[in-house]
């Protein structure tokens, strides 16, 4: 099924259709559909992918032209965005930088700092992590623990960061940390950018199920950035980060969900050549998943239309983050006992299958991002005014 953008970004769509073609060839090609927002498969090839996307000025195409960008229009990002998709070509390596940080920049950021980072983001020359999340806070993001103090023209971090995707590579984080003493919850936060490369920094990598280090924690001690290195005002770092995860939610599902149809196709495959289709229950279900991916677009073009229309989605975007994730766990279940026993066996080393690969992954995605339990508090407050959770004084 084709989406139909209209006539005004049609010769748009050609170029961006053209060349992809014309380079997605030879070992790119070979790594169609590999990676993902927390998969570090072939991370040097794609990290190679991401250079030959900015050789041809595909990285930041929304940005503004003086740090980068190309300065198109929001309608052309989600072309880019879908025709990329459908090309299957090798999920960004750079994408937190891409997809979060520097939008945030953009909109927050001084203007020493769009003019010091910005270009080195679109040149891939630097690559970035996000640290926010804690041990002992997971998704409740207002328990942030790690803190910073001004030491003359320095803030001086002491903490500990989880679950940082891709830390390992990142020559820089943007760290949320708790820089007014005695504050609680979403008060007296910023948000730091600081470097990796100095001795008050140590990142670990962290092996997941699915037998990759996507994932690193970081231990700060004494670390030190620049004054000038906060996003936004100093003390207003929860508003900055719910900037940061909004943008998260909302545009950045539109190739999940294309990335969800290849595998409900997949899946289907599978079920046909196993004669899966011939058991009533299990048929169900399969029907149950193709109609949960053709909701998520539904809901995705909900929230393409609200964000063209300049409006923020808000509350909705919460929603096709949960639907997404929690659809996506039920789908690699099924995936799995369509397989039987075959999904049960790996390769020498831990060799894992894309089908396998896949369900493994999902796990984690009612996690990250964000946990389901949190989602579900935020559209019972915000969307059916129910009362709120307890929460500490």
Not at 3 to 14: I, P
Not at 36 to 58: V, Y
Not at 165 to 178: C, D, E, I, Q, S
């Amino acid at each position: 099924m084709e989406l139909d953008f209209g006539s005004a970004v049609a010769d748009f769509r050609d170029e961006v259709r053209t060349w992809l073609d014309e380079h997605l060839v030879g070992e790119f090609a070979e790594h169609r559909g590999v990676g993902g927002p927390t998969d570090g498969e072939a991370w040097d090839i794609r990290l190679a992918w991401d250079r030959e996307l900015a050789s041809g000025g595909w990285l930041g195409i929304g940005w503004p032209k003086e740090y980068g960008g190309r300065g198109l229009g929001l309608l052309e990002e989600i072309v880019f965005e879908y025709e990329y998709a459908r090309s299957g070509a090798p999920y960004r390596a750079t994408g937190n930088a891409l997809d979060l940080l520097g939008p945030m920049l953009v909109a927050m950021g001084s203007e020493a700092q769009k003019q010091r980072f910005l270009p080195r983001i679109l040149a891939v020359e630097e690559l970035w992590g996000q640290g926010f999340s804690e041990p002992g806070a997971g998704s409740d993001l207002a328990s942030v623990r790690t803190r910073a103090e001004l030491d003359g023209d320095a803030w001086v971090i002491n903490g500990q960061k989880v679950w940082t995707t891709f830390g390992m590579h990142a020559h820089w984080l943007y760290v949320l940390a708790r820089t007014e003493p005695g504050s609680r919850r979403h008060k007296g936060l910023s948000m730091l950018l600081v470097p990796t490369d100095q001795p008050g920094v140590e990142i670990r990598p962290i092996r997941s199920l699915a037998g990759q280090d996507e994932f690193a924690e970081v231990f700060f001690t004494d670390a030190r950035t620049s004054v000038d290195l906060v996003v936004g005002e100093v003390g207003q770092g929860w508003r900055t980060a719910m900037g940061t995860l909004g943008i998260e939610r909302g545009s950045t599902l539109l190739p999940l969900q294309l990335t969800f149809e290849r595998e409900m196709d997949a899946l289907l495959r599978q079920a046909r050549e196993q004669g899966a289709l011939t058991d009533p229950m299990l048929r169900r279900r399969i029907l149950d998943a193709w109609m949960s991916v053709r909701i998520m677009r539904t809901t995705n073009l909900r929230t393409v239309a609200e964000l063209l229309g300049g409006r923020t989605p808000g509350a909705q975007a919460t929603t096709a983050k949960l639907y997404a994730s929690t659809n996506h766990q039920r789908m690699g279940h099924l995936a799995m006992e369509i397989a039987g026993a075959a999904g049960q066996l790996v390769q020498d080393g831990y060799g894992l299958d894309t089908r396998q690969r896949s369900f493994l992954i999902s796990l984690a995605e009612t996690i990250y991002g964000g946990a389901s339990e949190i989602q579900r508090n935020i559209i019972g407050e915000q969307v059916l005014g129910l009362p709120k959770d307890p929460r500490p004084a």
